[in-house]
């Protein structure tokens, strides 16, 4: 999240052929406001400006790598203002513009993705404004601007992906200059967000497009696991074929991207999540036998599409691991279609919860089973947020898989390991109104505590507790910092395998970059895996 004063501005210059879009003029009520405070993804994407009335305009000159690179990521967030960012000041100030901006922004945008430029599609699309509370030309403009943006990002992943795993060999500098160019539109289709702005004043924007199931719905599709949890989390037997690209050179490091299909049924169904797709990250010189780490994101954080972000990648490769990057389903390159990216995960909870979380846990045992036949080195699995729900799934559920299948190490960031108390007292969930919700689809905290088995980690762990490391921050609400201590306790973690970090949830990534005995830890532990092998 960014902070800015009403003197600031930020700047761009209209790329080349480019045409102005007419400014469009919010209501009075934002030039009241001295700060305001906008998401990383808007950041650089939109044009604020000051006076009697707050207008936003797109910034077209959001383009590929126009930031600074990973190893600058680095040091800023080593400088003095990343010792302001990592405090706990920033989860109440984040969330607040969360709630404020970025979900109701991003429902308004998956409308407009979904509207496809029509604006008579967009008056019906959920979150959109009633017809007549703006100016046809006004919404026909906007959507006609968005579309070029959503079909330039289509059409820029398909001439990647076409290169990346088509039959003919590429210059793995063209195909990172092809990767800079997708990721440059993809950043740019997300930047739409802030043509969309103004509709926030003329009604009040849902978070998202709610479809919270019935409890039947949900006995039907996961009843089976209420009796035997391990046949949701039973790993194929014949693993589905994986599809490596070709590799695309960046600065310092090489990078692979995987494809395959879910081995998952459920996500197999859901259009947009049924393949996967992760992204190889390795430093040069790296050997073979160099640890690897198999890590997720948090929600809604979408790495895979911008031009640069504090990424798994960047935070690990420098240290010498090997990273595997996964897209979560739901998000990124896996984003449904009508759909913001992560939107389902608790807008059809508790349902796309479990999609997710059984999903990417099937999933990351594909790819701990690639990765054991591609290199000889100890192979781990992180999470952070959401996806460290995935990885103490993997932990847990890795008793009853193939020995092959269980990693040799855990690394949990900003974890808990009471799903339910997030839901009721997490404040990122309170802030969303999913319990309201839940409650209006016929759910109490006890009939959702009968799918605790499937989504909380279930007894010990399948590999010894000293290699697994637990990262908390102790002003941490969204994911309750208790509830990550019992994890902790309950798995007997070794004092030296639990840092308590004084920061709260959002800022973790840049406290992991300003502190990184952790990370060091994490390593050591697998240096000792591989060395007892």
């Not at 820029?156 to 500098?173: H, M, V």
Request: glycine share 8%; with cysteine; hydrophobic share 45%.
């Amino acid at each position: 999240m960014r902070l800015l004063s009403s003197e600031s501005r930020i700047r761009s210059q209209p790329s080349a052929g480019d045409k102005p879009d007419p400014i469009l003029t919010a209501r009075d009520g934002i030039a009241r406001h001295e700060f305001v405070i906008i998401s990383d993804h808007v950041y650089g994407m939109v044009q604020w400006m000051p006076g009697k009335r707050g207008r936003v305009v797109p910034n077209p000159a959001v383009s590929a790598r126009t930031a600074a690179p990973e190893a600058a990521i680095r040091r800023a967030a080593r400088s003095p203002l990343g010792a302001i960012v990592a405090r706990p000041w920033v989860d109440p100030v984040a969330l607040g513009a969360l709630r404020r901006w970025f979900f109701p922004l991003s429902r308004l945008w998956a409308a407009a993705n979904a509207a496809e430029g029509d604006v008579e599609r967009f008056f019906v699309e959920p979150g959109a404004p009633a017809d007549g509370a703006w100016s046809r030309r006004v919404i026909g403009s906007v959507l006609r601007r968005h579309e070029m943006a959503r079909l330039r990002a289509a059409n820029e992943r398909a001439r990647w992906e076409s290169a990346a795993f088509g039959p003919d060999p590429i210059p793995p500098e063209a195909l990172g200059r092809l990767d800079d160019v997708r990721r440059g539109a993809a950043s740019r289709h997300l930047a739409t967000r802030g043509l969309l702005y103004p509709l926030l004043y003329s009604h009040r924007v849902p978070l998202a497009a709610w479809a919270v199931p019935a409890p039947a719905t949900m006995q039907a599709a996961y009843g089976t696991g209420l009796d035997d949890a391990a046949a949701i989390y039973s790993v194929p037997t014949f693993m589905p074929h994986i599809e490596v690209s070709h590799p695309a050179a960046r600065p310092s490091v090489t990078e692979w991207w995987l494809r395959f299909a879910t081995p998952h049924g459920p996500l197999a169904t859901r259009p947009g999540c049924e393949t996967v797709y992760a992204r190889v990250i390795e430093p040069e010189g790296l050997a073979p036998g160099a640890p690897t780490v198999i890590a997720g994101n948090g929600l809604c954080v979408e790495s895979d599409l911008l031009t640069n972000s504090i990424d798994p990648g960047a935070v690990l490769a420098p240290l010498g691991f090997r990273v595997v990057e996964v897209v979560s389903p739901y998000h990124g390159l896996r984003t449904q279609a009508g759909t913001y990216g992560g939107e389902p995960f608790f807008a059809a909870a508790p349902l796309g919860t479990l999609d997710l979380i059984a999903g990417q846990t099937l999933e990351t045992a594909v790819l701990i089973d690639w990765c054991r036949r591609q290199f000889s080195g100890p192979v781990a699995v992180g999470g952070i947020s959401m996806s460290s729900f995935v990885a103490q799934q993997v932990a847990t559920r890795c008793r009853d898989w193939p020995q092959r299948l269980r990693p040799d190490a855990l690394l949990l960031v900003s974890h808990s390991g009471r799903i339910e108390e997030v839901t009721f007292a997490g404040s990122l969930i309170r802030a969303l109104g999913l319990t309201t919700w839940l409650q209006a689809a016929g759910w109490t905290r006890q009939s959702l505590m009968r799918w605790e088995g499937l989504l909380n980690p279930s007894g010990a762990p399948g590999l010894p507790p000293e290699r697994i490391v637990s990262v908390l921050g102790v002003a941490d609400r969204l994911l309750p910092f208790e509830t990550g201590q019992e994890v902790a306790r309950a798995w007997s973690l070794p004092a030296e395998n639990v840092f308590e970090l004084n920061v709260g949830h959002l800022a973790m990534p840049v406290a992991l970059m300003r502190d990184d005995r952790p990370l060091l830890r994490l390593k050591a532990t697998m240096e000792g895996a591989a060395l007892m092998s």
